[in-house]
C-alpha cells in the first residue's frame, strides 16, 4: 500500500533564515505531487503541483519554491522566511486517472518568530 | 471548479448516524463530488467521492440527488473520533489542486 511521510513534523525558525521541507511517498510511481498551506483559522491552499521529476507548477507567487529530484520526492523550500510564512504544511499525492483522487500527509507545523 | 454550500456546524450523538449535507446546485456534468475531512492538527482523509450514483465504502455512504445539486454524506454510527471538520468538493478530476471551503464541523456527543 501507498505510505506518505512529511518531515520535520513541527518547525520553529526565526525571520529571515532558510526552510527546506521534505516529502516522500512510498508503494507508487509517478505519482503526482501536491504541497498545500493551511495558515491558522484559514482553509487550504494550493502552493504548489509537479505532475513529473523537475515539472512544477506554481499556484500563488511568494518567497516559497518547489522541486522535485527524484519521482516520489518533493521538497519546499525557501531562502528567506517571513512571518507570513507560518502554518501548517501538506503535502498529498495522486495517480494520474480520471479522479486524481488526492492522498494527504500528517502536515509540518511550521512556526516563523 | 463549482462552489459548494455547508452549514458551519452539526452535532449528533454517538452511536446515532451522521448526516452531512452539501449543496453543489451549479455542478457540471464531469464534476464529481467529494468528501474529505480533518481532524485537529492532522492532514485531510479522503472519506468518499462519486460522479452521479450512491456510494458506499468502510468508512461512509455518499447519497447524491438526481440533479446533483446536493449530495450527502452519512456516517453510519459515529464516534467520538468522527469529530472533525468535513469537507464537501466539487471537481473534475485532474492534476489540478483541490479547493477547499471551510466545511462542516462535526461534533460527536457522548
Known amino acids: 500500500s501507498q505510505t506518505i511521510h512529511q518531515w520535520p513534523a513541527t518547525l520553529v525558525q526565526p525571520v529571515g533564515s532558510p526552510l527546506s521541507l521534505e516529502c516522500t511517498v512510498e508503494?507508487?510511481?509517478?505519482?503526482?505531487l501536491y504541497w498545500y498551506r493551511q495558515a491558522a483559522g484559514r482553509g487550504l491552499q494550493l502552493l504548489f503541483y509537479s505532475v513529473g521529476i523537475g515539472q512544477i507548477s506554481s499556484e500563488v507567487p511568494q518567497n516559497l519554491s518547489a522541486s522535485r529530484p527524484q519521482d516520489r520526492q518533493f521538497i519546499l523550500s525557501s531562502k528567506k522566511l517571513l512571518l507570513s510564512d507560518s502554518g501548517f504544511y501538506l503535502c498529498?499525492?495522486?495517480?494520474?486517472?480520471?479522479?486524481?483522487?488526492?492522498?494527504f500527509g500528517p502536515g509540518t507545523r511550521l512556526t516563523v518568530l | 471548479d463549482a462552489k459548494t454550500t455547508q452549514p458551519t456546524s452539526m452535532d449528533c450523538a454517538e452511536g446515532r448516524a451522521a448526516n452531512l449535507p452539501c449543496n453543489h446546485s451549479?455542478?457540471?456534468?464531469?464534476?464529481?463530488v467529494y468528501w474529505y475531512r480533518q481532524i485537529h492538527s492532522q492532514g485531510p482523509q479522503y472519506i468518499i467521492h462519486?460522479?452521479?450514483n450512491n456510494e458506499t465504502n468502510e468508512m461512509a455512504s455518499l447519497i447524491i440527488t438526481e440533479d446533483r445539486k446536493s449530495s450527502t454524506l452519512i456516517l453510519p454510527h459515529a464516534t467520538l473520533r468522527d469529530t472533525a471538520v468535513y469537507y464537501c468538493i466539487v471537481r473534475v478530476g485532474g492534476a489540478d489542486g483541490l479547493t477547499f471551503g471551510k466545511g462542516t464541523h462535526l461534533i460527536i456527543q457522548p
Open positions: 462519486g460522479l452521479k
Open positions: 508503494g507508487t510511481s509517478n505519482p503526482n
Open positions: 451549479t455542478i457540471s456534468g464531469n464534476e464529481y
Open positions: 498529498a499525492w495522486s495517480l494520474a486517472s480520471s479522479t486524481d483522487t488526492q492522498y
